[in-house]
């Protein structure tokens, strides 16, 4: 079991170790091109109208509380999750695998207009060089990934113009988060994906925000973490132990919740206050699968 509190790591360099690989994003003025990729066992998609990059700043959907439409789906194959997004003119703002045989998704998205509308593309069953070679032909950066087996699912957004942050991603285990994320970079997602190894995205933190991250902590200790800080993300790992990476902001939003049901989580959620999830996680807690995410005002 892993159990340690990180706070603004302060060491030397960003250097990954292993199979880790950090990759920044050159700021570019080009427009985003949305052309829409099939490979064999892999999806793709990009919006090709709408919000821009310019006018959707953003650094994450998961850190900003403008009321939006959205929609979370559990257990679908990568065909249904290409038709909801294009049934619900939608983008996917988090994508985790459930099963890889036969392959299966958690989906959460948002509707892809207003603060929201951006360029997007997201691909599965890709290797990490295939990924950095979408990520240099998109001018793009990663918002949500996840490992299984040797390959990876991810969603990405253009990375130019108002939307451009200095960014990276490495798949380490937890000494190399650390590294990854040497004294200038905060953490925004961590998903594990077997026993200490985990997939990290970061964004620069030259804004100087508080934030934290938490590794192999108990679902009890999941609410009480970081000070009352927004959390952005949640994972568990194969000893039921969880990891979250979370962001000081005024006022706190972002919180922990988990339900019995999916049913549940949604009429909680479109209940007055209505609430936004950034994320849908199932987890085991004993024989009873729960499912958990974090919210933030939707109203």
């Known amino acids: 079991m892993i159990k340690k509190l990180v706070r603004r790591l302060v060491l030397a360099g960003a250097v990954c170790l292993g199979m880790a690989v950090t990759l920044v994003a050159t700021p570019a003025s080009a427009t985003a091109q949305c052309t829409f990729v099939q490979l064999p066992g892999s999806g793709a998609g990009c919006w090709p109208g709408g919000g821009t990059p310019a006018t959707a700043n953003f650094v994450n959907d998961r850190e900003i509380s403008t009321p939006t439409g959205w929609w979370t789906y559990q257990n679908i194959d990568a065909a249904t999750v290409s038709n ?27 509707s892809n207009s207003g603060a929201y509308g951006s360029s997007w593309w997201w691909y599965y069953g890709v290797s990490m060089s295939q990924v950095n070679s979408f990520l240099s032909t998109n001018n793009a950066r990663l918002i949500s990934a996840v490992r299984y087996g040797s390959v990876y699912a991810v969603v990405m957004v253009p990375n130019y113009g108002a939307n451009y942050r200095p960014w990276g991603w490495c798949d380490t285990d937890f000494t190399g988060v650390g590294t990854c994320l040497g004294s200038t970079n905060r953490l925004t997602n961590i998903e594990a994906y077997a026993s200490n190894r985990f997939v990290v995205i970061f964004v620069n933190n030259s804004a100087g925000l508080g934030w934290c991250w938490y590794a192999g902590i108990s679902r009890a200790a999941l609410s009480n973490v970081c000070g009352g800080q927004s959390v952005l993300d949640v994972s568990q790992n ?44 199932p987890y085991t807690s004993g024989s009873t699968t729960r499912w958990l995410t974090s919210f933030r005002h939707n109203s």
Do not use: K
């Open 238 to 281: 194969p000893d039921g132990t969880f990891n979250v990476a979370s962001v000081a902001q005024s006022p706190a939003d972002g919180r922990v919740r988990d339900f019995a049901t999916t049913t549940d989580l949604v009429n909680y959620a479109v209940s007055s206050p209505p609430d936004r999830a950034l994320f849908v996680m």
């Open 84 to 110: 909801l997004l294009a049934a619900n003119d939608a983008r996917p703002i988090d994508l985790r695998v459930l099963s890889s045989s036969p392959l299966r998704f958690s989906v959460t998205m948002v």
